[in-house]
């Protein structure tokens, strides 16, 4: 008799060629994601991290079911948590899923160390999401934007938010981190490129 289509999925059949604790590890995984409310979340986090209140208005729920949903999505480690002032963000767990990715498709190259993952996490393309409240972070995040200025040229500062305004919005708070990380050396109107800073640091 076929199988109802309906029916959740709780278990892998006895066949399945994956070891015992990755097919443990997908039941837990699928279970979690059984949910049109927890993919329409899913979908959301994909794009950049979030609050509670932030997601309950793009859902159109209580911030209180966004919180029962977050609850079983961060119990299966699909998202975590990060603190910045009076909101906690949640973003997608993506060294959880790329655990996985690599474990069910060895061949796909993905980011594995900490700060690779940090840059996947606050970047869209080259657009910055947003700066991360971790100092350690930021300035991984800062790097990376610091990467896309010349070493040894001036810029203006009209050309310096020309520059940065393609990454993020908030321009002079970008600058501004710039500056006080020591990434920019600021000479009244007028920045340079600090030395030590490579070149490179946008790929990790």
Known sequence: MPRDPTQTVTELPEETPWPADLAAELVAVYKALADATRLRLVGLLV????????????????????????????????VRTERDGPFVYYSLNLQRLHGLSNRLLPSVALPKDERGRTLATFFDGDRLLRLPSSQRRRHWVLEAVAARFQAG????EREVNTLLRPIYDDVASLRRALVDHGLLQRDEDRYRLAGGVKEDARDG
């Open 47 to 78: 794009e950049r991290p979030r609050h509670v209140d932030e997601l309950a208005a793009a859902l159109g729920v209580s911030a209180p079911t966004v919180s029962h949903h977050l609850f079983r999505l961060k119990a299966a480690d699909l």
């Open 153 to 156: 040229k001036t810029y203006r």
